[in-house]
C-alpha cells in the first residue's frame, strides 16, 4: 500500500540543500512505493501548524528540478526548532504523529545538520517507543563539515569553494599595493575549523594568499598570532593575509571575539560569533602601525549560489535520491552518509548509519591534519578537500544574475 | 619615429582594471606609432623608482592576453601617490621626465579614477609648460561611477552585478526563518551611492530584496530609517533587507559609521568609512527587539573576478584600445569616456575629454533618479545601470577555482 512522504528543511542556509529537497521528491514522486510527496514550510514548526506544498506541483518540469537544484538557502524555508524530551513533554509528538494519520504520512525526510538530527532522533525513538508506522531519515547538510559518520557533508564543498575563490581574490586585492599591511579574513565555524581550513585552497603558483591559517582546534594566542605576522613581515612578505576562523578560543575558554556587542545567544544555546576579524585588525594596528583590515565573509559563504561547486551539488541531489532507496528497504533513524572509496580517482558511495551516533555530535579537524606551529594546515587535509570544490554548474542567468526558485515568485 | 610608451594603474582595484591594461597594451604592441611598451610597477611611485615591466613579454600570446581580461585587481600594482604642485615642487616632475626621454617614452596611460585623472592633469600641464613632447592620456577605471563625462566606469558594471547578486542571495538567505529580522547590507561608496543603488538589480519576481535603499545623496535619519522598517513589519514583511551606502552622513555632516574605531585618514584626506551596518543593526535591535544582522560586502565586490560583467570587460578592454587611437591622433591631457548612444538596444561609443573638468570631480547620483522619501531609487535608474551587468565571460577553472595573471607567478 502506498504511503505519502514529507521532507523537511531545517537549520541554516547552504548553497545545495535545495538539491537534496530536489533529489529527495524527484525520487519519491518516482518510487511505487510513495503517493503523495509534501514539503513542510519551516521544518518542523510549519509541520506543528499543519502547512504544506505539494511537491508534484512545485517539481511539475524537469526545469523545476533544474532550477531547484542550483538555487541556494532553503525554498522550504528552515527552522531553529528543539523538540523536548519526550519523557518531559509528548505534546509535539502527539500532534505531529496525529498529523502523519490525518495525512497518511509514512516517511519523514529530514534535511539538517547536527540540531536537526536531534529531530530525527527523537522523532524516530518515539514512533518506535508507541508503534507508530513512520519511518524517519535524515539528509546531511550543513556547510561547517562537522557531521560524524560521513566522509563529508552536503554543503561544505561549495562553501569551501566559495571561501577559497574569495581569499585568492582578497589576495590579489590586498597585494596591489606595496606599503605593508595585514588582511584578516574571517570564516564560519564555531568549533570546526573545516571551513576556514579551505582557505588553503586558495594558494598556488602566484597565489601566495592565505600565510597564515588558524582553526578553532588549536587554542588561540594574542602573543603567538602577532609573532606569526612579524616572521612574515621580517621575511620581506610585504602584504599578509591570515585565514582565522570565528570560532578560536584563548586557553581560558573565552572566545576571541567575546566582548563584542554580537555575542547574543540562540535557542540552541549558541552564541553568535561575530568580529574576531575586526579585534585581531586592532590588536594588528596597535602591535605594528601597519595597515590592517578585517573582511568577515559572512553569510555569502553559505549562500553563494553564483559559485557553487558542482561535485557538491551532484553529490545532494544522489543524496536525497538514496534516502528514498533507503525508506524504500525499510530504514527509519538514520542519516545517509557518503563514504570516501578512493581519493584518486575520487569516488565516493552512500550508506545509511544509525542516527544515535550522529545527533548533537561534532566531527572537528584532527589535529595531525594541522601542521605543528598551528598556523596552517597539512597536506593530507589539502588532498582531503580539493575533489569537493570541483566543477561548475551551468548557472541559468537572465538580465546578468542566477535566477532562483522562490516560493514568494 | 616610434617612441615607446608606458601604462600605470593607480587607486583601488577593479575586476577589470586589467581588461583595460591588457587593451592599452594590445593596441600598442600592435600600433606603427609605438616602440616598447612598458608597464610601470605601482603606478608613479614606481616610475619614480624606474621600476618597469616589459608588456610584450607579459602577453606574448592570446592566451596571456585572455587570463590578464579575467583578473581582478591590478596586474602592474598600484600606488595612492599625490603629486605636488609644480608650482611649489618640479622635483618628481624633473625625475619622470627624465626617465621619459631616458627611456625614449612618448606616451603615458595612466588607468584609474578621480586621484588617479589629477596626476592625468597634471604631468600633462608640466609637459605643455615645459614643451616636453610625452602625451598622457587618461584611461577611466573606479568601481564608483563617480567620474564625470563619462556615462559610466570600467569597473561599475562587475560591481554592481556582484552587489546585485549578493543581496539577492543574501535576501533568499534571510528569508529562510519565520521569525521577523532586519539585515543591513553595507556596500561601497563615500559620496556617490551608484554601487549601493545596484542593490535594486537583484529584485524580481520572487526576490523582494532589497527593501529598502539609501544612498549618500541624501542626508539620513534614524528616525526616518527606524519608521521605514516600522512601516514595513507592519506590512507583514517578515525579513526587511535593507542597502545602505557606507557613506550615509547625517544632518550634521557626520558620518553613521564616525565613532567607530576605523575610522582613519589616508594620504588623500578621506575617511576610511566602515561599520554602518552594525551601528544601524544595534539601533534596530534597540528599537525592535528583533533579530538584526549587518553585512559588509568589502573588498569582493571590487575585486570579484569570478562573477564578473562580460560587458564591463569588453568595453574596459576597447576604452584601452580606443585611447592608443586617441594617443595616434595627437591628443593629451585628456581622459576617455563612454557615451551612451541608445538604451534599447544598448549601445556606446568612445571619445577623449578634456581632462580639466574631470580630475578632483565626483559625478552623484542625480536626485531625481532617488525617489521622494529618499528610501529607493527610480525606474529611470534601473534602466540606466541594467545594461551594464549583462554577459558572463568564460572563466577559465583550474582545480575548481579560477585562474588569473600574478606578477608573483
Request: hydrophobic letters at 40%; proline letters at 4%; charged letters at 20%.
Amino acid at each position: 500500500m502506498k504511503k505519502n512522504c514529507v521532507i523537511g528543511q531545517s537549520g541554516g542556509p547552504t548553497a545545495v540543500i535545495n538539491a537534496s529537497l530536489a533529489g529527495v521528491a524527484a525520487a519519491a514522486l518516482a518510487s511505487p512505493h510513495i503517493g503523495k510527496v509534501y514539503g513542510m514550510v519551516n521544518g518542523v514548526q510549519g509541520l506543528l501548524e499543519e502547512q504544506f506544498v505539494d511537491m508534484g506541483e512545485v517539481l511539475a518540469g524537469e526545469e523545476q528540478v533544474e532550477l531547484l537544484k542550483q538555487t541556494p538557502a532553503a525554498y522550504l524555508g528552515s527552522c531553529r526548532f528543539r523538540l523536548p524530551d519526550m519523557e518531559t513533554d509528548t505534546k509535539p509528538y502527539e500532534v505531529i504523529f496525529a498529523l502523519f494519520e490525518k495525512h497518511e504520512i509514512g516517511y519523514l525526510f529530514y534535511i539538517g545538520g547536527n540540531d536537526s538530527m536531534d529531530t530525527v532522533h527523537k522523532l524516530d525513538a518515539y514512533a518506535k517507543k508507541y508503534g507508530k508506522d513512520v519511518q524517519i531519515i535524515g539528509v546531511p547538510k550543513t556547510i561547517d563539515n562537522d557531521l560524524p559518520e560521513t566522509d563529508h557533508t552536503p554543503g561544505y564543498g561549495s562553501a569551501a569553494k566559495y571561501i577559497a575563490a574569495s581569499v585568492r581574490e582578497i589576495g590579489m586585492d590586498s597585494m596591489v599595493y606595496c606599503h605593508p599591511s595585514v588582511t584578516i579574513v574571517e570564516i564560519m565555524g564555531r568549533n570546526a575549523g573545516w571551513l576556514t581550513a579551505a582557505a588553503a585552497l586558495a594558494r598556488g603558483e602566484g597565489y601566495p594568499a592565505p600565510h597564515l591559517i588558524y582553526l578553532p582546534e588549536v587554542l588561540f594566542s594574542d602573543k603567538q598570532f602577532l609573532t606569526d605576522i612579524e616572521a612574515l613581515l621580517g621575511q620581506g612578505v610585504v602584504n599578509v593575509i591570515v585565514a582565522v576562523s570565528e570560532g578560536v578560543r584563548y586557553e581560558d575558554g573565552t572566545y576571541v571575539c567575546e566582548g563584542t556587542q554580537d555575542c547574543a545567544t540562540d535557542v540552541f544555546g549558541h552564541k553568535n560569533l561575530s568580529g574576531t576579524a575586526k579585534i585581531l585588525e586592532q590588536k594588528v594596528k596597535a602591535a605594528f602601525g601597519i595597515k590592517a583590515r578585517g573582511v568577515e565573509l559572512n553569510v555569502l559563504q553559505r549562500c553563494g549560489g553564483h559559485f557553487a561547486s558542482l561535485t557538491d551539488i551532484e553529490e545532494a541531489f544522489r543524496v536525497g535520491k538514496e534516502s528514498v532507496r533507503a525508506a524504500e528497504q525499510g530504514e527509519s533513524g538514520v542519516m545517509m552518509v557518503y563514504v570516501r572509496e578512493s581519493d584518486a580517482p575520487y569516488q565516493i558511495s552512500y550508506a545509511a548509519r544509525h542516527i544515535g551516533g550522529i545527533a548533537n555530535m561534532e566531527k572537528v579537524v584532527p589535529r595531525h591534519w594541522i601542521n605543528a606551529a598551528g598556523n596552517d594546515v597539512t597536506p593530507e587535509l589539502l588532498r582531503y578537500m580539493q575533489p569537493l570544490i570541483l566543477g561548475e554548474p551551468e548557472v541559468r542567468i537572465q538580465n546578468g544574475l542566477p535566477v532562483y526558485l522562490s516560493r514568494q515568485a
